[in-house]
């Protein structure tokens, strides 16, 4: 989706989406202020996030992390955290993270390194093409057990999940549920995330059993 001009202002001085740059060059340009990844040598810089965008990512951390603190099971971040993939020349900004307790050691001070246990993407206008193809292989490639895409456009959720090919298939729906193998305890209701307003965090957090009833 293009920039207007009005909503490109706060990216003045910045380069333009696909702009040439080294790795280093991009660690020194890229800041808090800009959602920008790094591809082979190229800068994609992303539009910013429509609100309902924000709501659902909001909506997904709050169960994933609060399932996770539930078990102590491991660390969850969101936005404006790149995962770095060194042998592909990638350095990718998800939307949700979970990194299971015993791999905290891939966690540096300002980004990720190597495959996170679960990454999220929910899918943007101008983000089809790179959630469901190349991140779909990148992530695949990288060995990130767990991808989940999330397409309010189309009102689609898909997990998947390697296998003992190392190659990615999608997770079962069962009752109307898909549940993560990386985090036990934790499923996602599809129908949950097409409701508008979204369902209340503390009804659903019961649901999943993190919450007393």
């Known amino acids: 989706m293009p920039l207007r001009l009005e909503e490109a202002e706060p990216l003045a001085l910045k380069p333009p989406p696909r702009v040439k740059m080294s790795e280093r060059e991009f660690v020194e340009w890229c800041s ?27 909506f997904l951390y709050v169960l994933i992390s609060e399932v996770a603190a539930a078990r102590d099971a491991g660390v969850v971040l969101i936005e404006n955290i790149q995962i770095r993939f060194l042998k ?4 990718r900004q998800p939307d949700i993270i979970f990194i ?18 679960l990454v999220v ?13 190349e991140k779909y ?32 298939a999608p997770l079962p729906e069962q009752q109307g549920r898909i549940a993560s193998k990386v985090l036990p305890g934790l499923y996602v209701k599809p ?8 369902p209340n965090c503390l009804a659903v957090l019961r649901e999943l ?5």
């Open 32 to 58: 808090e202020e800009v959602r920008a990844e790094w591809v082979d040598g190229e800068v994609i810089v992303m539009s910013p996030d429509n609100i309902w965008h924000n709501q659902l990512a909001g």
């Open 100 to 117: 299971a307790k015993e791999r905290q050691h891939i966690i540096k001070t300002t980004y990720i390194e190597g495959p996170p246990d």
């Open 191 to 198: 129908a949950w995330l097409w409701q508008h307003p979204l």
């Open 137 to 168: 292989l990148e992530y695949e490639a990288a060995g990130v057990p767990e991808y989940w895409i999330v397409d309010s456009l189309y009102e689609r959720f898909v997990a998947y999940a390697l296998g003992q090919n190392k190659r990615y």
């Open 121 to 133: 993407e929910i899918v943007s206008p101008d983000s089809p093409e790179r959630d469901y193809r």
């Open 209 to 213: 059993g993190v919450l007393k009833k």
């Open 88 to 91: 592909l020349r990638r350095r």
